[in-house]
């Protein structure tokens, strides 16, 4: 497991090479061990897909270089477990985004063909991020990996399904965004009124759940 310094108290953990199932799991196992047994002057850490950032208490641990080794082996060395399996939440989508066109083109296919390798896939919310309940979802088929826009809207509406890079999701929030709108769905990714025991429970999809698309339109 590689590390950097990252500023006077942070450190960065490398912990897998490429996004997918296998660096989803090893990530998790990391995420439940600093939960479980933080280490001494922890303040937090952000996961990210391949990457974990952690922050020390200055006065407690000056130097996090100084303790990345031997945290950074005792984390490689986690047993990653096979990930459980999850009911499909199946999630309606309308395939008329402003962008669909453009992912077509860009991508050498039809319309039709777009919606269809998009909604044909079960995907993995790999993370959340970007705005409240904002679910990456991976994998997306290569087929569909197209650059963001060269310009980012000022407003795209909450609900857009839209495709950035090799992930595709969901904008929780009316909000500005690069990705490109393929579609549109009415579930409430991010509803603060759905607040229950958890904090989390206001998000519709949570780190690990698995999600597919089902057309209203094609």
């Known amino acids: 497991m590689d590390w950097i310094s990252y500023g006077p ?8 090479g490429a996004v997918g199932e296998e660096a989803f799991a090893r990530c998790q196992a990391v995420v439940a061990e600093l939960e479980q047994n933080p280490p001494i002057g ?12 952690l922050e020390f208490d200055p006065s407690i641990v000056p130097d996090p270089a100084s303790i990345a080794p031997e945290l950074a082996a005792k984390l490689e060395g986690l047993p990653v477990v096979e990930l459980p399996p999850t009911p499909v939440l199946e999630i309606p989508v309308a395939y008329d985004g402003p962008d669909l066109d453009r992912v077509a083109k860009l991508r050498d296919l039809t319309r039709r063909e777009v919606c269809e390798l998009h909604s044909t896939q079960i995907y993995r919310v790999y993370l959340l991020g ?8 991976g994998d997306l088929d290569p087929r569909l990996h197209t650059p963001r826009l060269p310009s980012p809207r000022p407003k795209v509406r909450a609900g857009s399904v839209a495709i950035g ?17 393929i579609g549109h769905t009415p579930e409430k ?20 759940d698995r999600v597919k698309f089902v057309p209203e339109n094609i």
């Open 9 to 16: 108290h942070a450190v960065l953990l490398k912990f897998a």
């Open 42 to 53: 922890l303040i937090e850490f952000v996961q990210g897909f391949t990457t974990m950032l």
């Open 130 to 137: 970007f705005s409240p309940g904002f679910p990456y979802l």
């Open 165 to 181: 890079g090799e992930h595709t999701g969901i904008y929780s929030v009316e909000s500005p965004g690069g990705w490109n709108v």
């Open 189 to 208: 990714i991010f509803d603060p009124a759905r607040k229950g025991s958890e904090e989390l429970d206001m998000f519709l999809l949570k780190p690990g």
